[in-house]
């Protein structure tokens, strides 16, 4: 079946600096990708839709300087947190759509913690 | 946007006991899934129902689109269905985003 690589699955790092996280499809081409951020006990929330080749789309609240999305291909979007601060640790998640009118597929999520 | 509500929150079970899940929607929908996550997060894809009914072992899931509603059933339910089950649904276009219910956690006691 489609697969959607996520990694880091963990990462700890200070406040003030940057963390990437990638998502790959590896076996089918994703021209969009969607990142949803999940806060402990809640439930998955879209952040923003990653489109291959074109800027990102980011729901109201999001800072887009502030989650910095690629699209540079059909198989990987990133998401980079920039100046991360504490209230950004938290369980990022990154899904495609696999083929039009298919159901949608997850990586399996970045734990981040800032301290 | 479209509201998703899932019932209950929450719900404790003994374990061989069977349940049902309930998510309503408050619009027309092209596609609802089921996902259980596990303690490690991770989403695990249950079903891709926006209609009709699917069965996978002791899982089996049923969409009303015309009256928004879809059920997930659990039967003889074992500890490892333990877990959060979130039911999502997706309204517009061919590359729409999901939009999640706030899940029904599961504890499944021995």
């Known amino acids: 079946g489609a697969v959607v690589s996520q990694h880091p699955s963990r990462v700890i790092c200070k406040s003030g600096t940057s963390v990437k996280i990638e998502c790959r499809s590896l076996?089918?081409?994703?021209?969009?990708m969607f990142w949803y951020r999940q806060f402990p006990k809640q439930s998955l929330m879209l952040m923003a839709t990653?489109?291959?080749?074109?800027?990102?789309?980011?729901e109201q609240g999001v800072e887009k300087d502030k989650f910095l999305i690629n699209h540079a291909s059909l198989t990987l979007s990133t998401l980079t947190v920039t100046s991360a601060h504490p209230e950004d640790s938290s369980f990022y998640i990154c899904?495609?759509?696999?083929?039009?009118?298919?159901?949608?597929?997850f990586g399996s999520g970045t734990r981040l913690t800032v301290v | 946007g479209i509201q998703v509500e899932q019932s209950p929150p929450d719900l404790i079970l003994q374990e061989g006991a069977n349940s049902t899940l309930r998510c309503n929607f408050s619009d027309s929908v092209n596609n609802l899934q089921w996902f259980h996550q596990n303690p490690w997060g991770q989403l695990i894809n249950l079903f891709y129902?926006?209609?009709g009914t699917k069965q996978n072992g002791r899982l089996s899931a049923t969409t009303v689109a015309t009256e928004r509603y879809s059920l997930l059933y659990i039967s003889s339910s074992q500890t490892t269905d333990s877990g959060v089950y979130f039911c999502a649904v997706g309204g517009g276009g061919s590359q729409g985003n999901l939009i999640f219910g706030k899940g029904t956690k599961l504890s499944v006691k021995p």
């Open positions: 899904s495609a759509r696999v083929g039009v009118g298919g159901g949608y597929t």
């Open positions: 129902i926006p209609s």
């Open positions: 076996d089918f081409q994703a021209t969009t």
């Open positions: 990653s489109n291959e080749g074109s800027k990102a789309t980011y």
